[in-house]
Nanobody, 118 residues
Framework: QVQLVESGGGLVQAGGSLRLSCAASGSIGSISAMGWHRQAPGKQRELVARVTTGGATKYADSVKGRFTISGDHAKNTVYLQMNSLKPEDTGVYHC????????????WGQGTQVTVSS
């Protein structure tokens, strides 16, 4: 089992920055990838950024060049650095973990609200 706890959300002006953190505990050796997802009311949940244990990254087109996902294995923590924030970035951001051999995200954090004002 893996437990994920997010932090770092809040209210920020357009153009500002936030850094989200996701602390993992439990059977972290089983994790092959970590991803950040977001969901706003009336919109589908989308994958924002993904990083594998090998260091490969993937970003949604809407955040490329603005967001950076990174992991600190020693601290069992994944980060999402969000720069040049836009109102359309507003939503609940969830951290999720994928197990080796799994075709889905198996573990999810509680979510943290990000609100970007214009």
């Amino acid at each position: 089992q893996v437990q994920l706890v997010e932090s770092g959300g809040g209210l920020v002006q357009a153009g500002g920055s936030l850094r989200l953190s996701c602390a993992a505990s439990g059977s972290i050796g089983s994790i092959s990838a970590m991803g950040w997802h977001r969901q706003a009311p009336g919109k589908q949940r989308e994958l924002v950024a993904r990083v594998t244990t090998g260091g490969a990254t993937k970003y949604a087109d809407s955040v490329k060049g603005r967001f950076t996902i990174s992991g600190d294995h020693a601290k069992n923590t994944v980060y999402l650095q969000m720069n040049s924030l836009k109102p359309e970035d507003t939503g609940v951001y969830h951290c999720a973990a994928q197990r080796y051999g799994s075709g889905l995200y198996d573990y999810w954090g509680q979510g943290t609200q990000v609100t970007v004002s214009s």
